[in-house]
């Protein structure tokens, strides 16, 4: 069993930025890589980025480019998002996300394990 427990998140002013966390429990963090999943009210949670375990390759969806960084620290086994140039529509819960079998998770259906996700506001 995995656990996933983020933190970082707040209430931050447009252009600002944040570092968000993800620390993973349970297993061995060597195993496969992790994502960034967020969710806003009343919409579906979306992919945000992702990173690879063995060759750290990164993801990102198009809308985070150029303003989100992931990366990784395996010897805490810890992921991080570094949000910069922040938007009120990057208003959300961020959640990691992490599948049983190590790929890495783009989409909900092939994620196995969330954290409980922290809430980013980011006001006008």
């Known amino acids: 069993q995995v656990q996933l427990v983020e933190s970082g998140g707040g209430l931050v002013q447009a252009g600002g930025s944040l570092r968000l966390s993800c620390a993973a429990s349970?297993?061995?963090?060597?195993?496969?890589?992790m994502s960034w999943f967020r969710q806003a009210p009343g919409k579906e949670r979306e992919f945000v980025a992702a990173?690879?375990?063995?060759?750290?390759?990164?993801h990102y969806a198009d809308f985070v480019k150029g303003r989100f960084t992931i990366s990784k620290d395996n010897a805490k086994n810890t992921v991080y998002l570094q949000m910069n140039s922040l938007k009120p529509e990057d208003t959300a819960v961020y959640y990691c996300?992490?599948?049983?079998?190590?790929?890495?998770?783009?989409?909900?259906?092939?994620?196995?394990?969330w954290g409980q996700g922290t809430q980013v506001t980011v006001s006008s």
């Open positions: 990173i690879g375990r063995s060759d750290s390759r990164t």
């Open positions: 349970g297993r061995t963090f060597s195993s496969g890589g």
């Open positions: 996300a992490a599948n049983a079998y190590g790929i890495l998770v783009f989409s909900t259906a092939t994620a196995h394990y």
